[in-house]
Nanobody
């Protein structure tokens, strides 16, 4: 399974970006897909995730109300819509995938995921 994350770029504070995570070599059916980010000089942290079979979602407190996550079954792609971006959202964003059935609270755990994409960089200027 290969994951391709894309959509990053430079945006001003208050702007929006949409990240995409596309899978090849497998489908996302029955999977969970998560987004994580690593700010400069910091540890990687959970952002959002979606469980494919029931569309259950989970968001980090820092992005609730600003970010949404959605899926496109036909394109085997998960999207992270990021609105009202802040400079503190600057990071490399990674998508991750597991085919295993996990509970909702486990969506936020990096150890729940078996496959990771290469990352896409988001820079938010003030």
């Amino acid at each position: 399974v290969q994951l391709q994350a894309s959509g990053g770029g430079l945006v001003q504070a208050g702007g929006s970006l949409r990240l995409s995570c596309a899978a090849s070599g497998s489908t996302f059916s029955s999977a969970t897909v998560g987004w994580f980010r690593q700010p400069p000089g910091k540890e990687r942290e959970f952002v959002a995730g979606i469980r494919w079979r029931d569309s259950a979602t989970l968001f980090a407190d820092s992005v609730k109300g600003r970010f949404t996550i959605s899926r496109d079954n036909a394109k085997n792609t998960v999207y992270l819509q990021m609105n009202r971006l802040k400079p503190e959202d600057t990071a490399v964003y990674y998508c991750a995938y597991t085919p295993r059935r996990i509970i909702v609270s486990a969506i936020a755990s990096q150890t729940s995921y078996d496959y990771w994409g290469q990352g896409t960089e988001v820079t938010v200027s003030s």
